[in-house]
């Protein structure tokens, strides 16, 4: 088990302009399950390709532990990943695939047999140890692929997208596994999602990438909270927080045919006119005729709790906003409700730069 470090990382592919991966600064504790997240095309999966030594590094360090690792080969670096493919070799047995690496590596047969079957039992792979990957499922076949890592008793897991092949009940019963199986082992581990909801589900802190460049890094509930900038704010939680720009006016700022108290200390700190304004879904009311006029696309009926999605029009244009409803007792499409944040709890952020101001 090891730290991991990236120091001014930076991965400009042959032809590319533009980094694909930006002097990202990034400290991984000994034991911390990492998650690394954004849009497809961030740079996430090439951030862990350069940790793996699967892609070059033009500029930077990793460290490893204390050791650096920028230029040592992927074998000698002692680390095991799993791919979101599985990667499975077809004709051998589920134990065979899992000890392959061992055998590789010529640990001997007995350790070797005992390794396999420890990480079986932990992943309850056991009646399956005789069989082929054609003869399992898609989620076996990722244990599989789990086990053929643990095995090895590296310093750090590197897993990419994992889940991603996976139907939607897997998914959700898989992660739980993964974080649970993580907390045991206290192996240090980074993983890449594209999926926001498995990203603050499974990490013990959460690492936010956009156009190469790392936005923030906190733990799941900071990230929601106190979201840095814009970008963040929109990416993080499910539905998407409510972000519109709102004009400055004496106590605060115009919201629809209402104007919203913010304190003074924060508006100075802008020299726009508006201000974004982030409001989680949770945290806007629904009135009869205070705040923004909205006309109800659908409601989206999930038990207990409903989502409310609707258009308003505003400074000439039109906006999508999005309201937590009770699930049984709700406004429903067509109808034309007003919405106003409740309680105050908003997310403020300059106009220009994106940067959060409360």
Do not use: W
Not at 300 to 318: I, V
């Amino acid at each position: 088990m090891a730290t991991v470090k990236f120091e001014k990382a930076t991965r400009t592919y042959p032809g590319g302009t533009t980094p694909a991966v930006d002097s990202i600064d990034l400290e991984i504790a000994d034991g911390e399950f990492l998650v690394l997240v954004g849009p497809s095309g961030c740079g996430k999966s090439t951030t862990l390709r350069m940790l793996a030594g699967l892609e070059e590094i033009n500029g930077g360090k990793v460290y490893i532990g204390d050791r650096d690792v920028t230029n040592i080969p992927p074998k000698d670096r002692d680390i095991a990943m799993v791919f979101q493919n599985y990667a499975l070799y077809p004709h051998m047995t589920v134990a065979e695939n899992m000890g392959f690496a061992l055998k590789i590596a010529g640990v001997a047969k007995e350790e070797r047999a005992a390794r396999v079957l420890d990480a079986a039992k932990l992943l309850d792979l056991e009646p399956y140890l005789n069989r082929k990957p054609k003869a399992l499922s898609g989620g076996q076949r990722q244990r599989v692929a789990m086990g053929r890592a643990i095995v090895r008793q590296p310093q750090v897991f590197l897993m990419d997208e994992p889940l991603s092949n996976l139907d939607a009940k897997l998914r959700v019963q898989t992660r739980t596994q993964i974080a649970s199986l993580q907390r045991r082992l206290g192996v240090t581990t980074v993983y890449v999602t594209h999926d926001q909801v498995e990203a603050m589900t499974m990490g013990d802190r959460v690492a936010v990438l956009k156009d190469g460049v790392l936005q923030q890094v906190a733990t799941p509930r900071e990230l929601y909270e106190a979201p840095k900038n814009v970008f963040v704010a929109g990416f993080i939680g499910s539905p998407a927080m409510n972000l519109l720009d709102a004009e400055i006016v004496d106590g605060g700022v115009k919201f629809g045919n209402t104007v919203v108290s913010i304190p003074s200390n924060i508006l100075s700190k802008t020299k726009a006119k508006k201000v974004t304004l982030g409001i989680r879904p949770e945290n806007i009311d629904v009135s009869n005729s205070k705040g923004i006029s909205v006309e109800i696309d659908v409601v989206e009926e999930l038990g207990s709790d409903g989502y409310l999605y609707g258009r308003a029009k505003l400074d000439g244009g039109e906006i999508e906003l999005v309201a937590r409803v009770d699930g049984r007792d709700h406004p429903h499409k067509g109808e034309t409700v007003f919405l106003n944040p409740e309680g105050g709890i908003m997310h403020i952020f300059d106009v220009e730069t994106g940067e959060r101001l409360n």
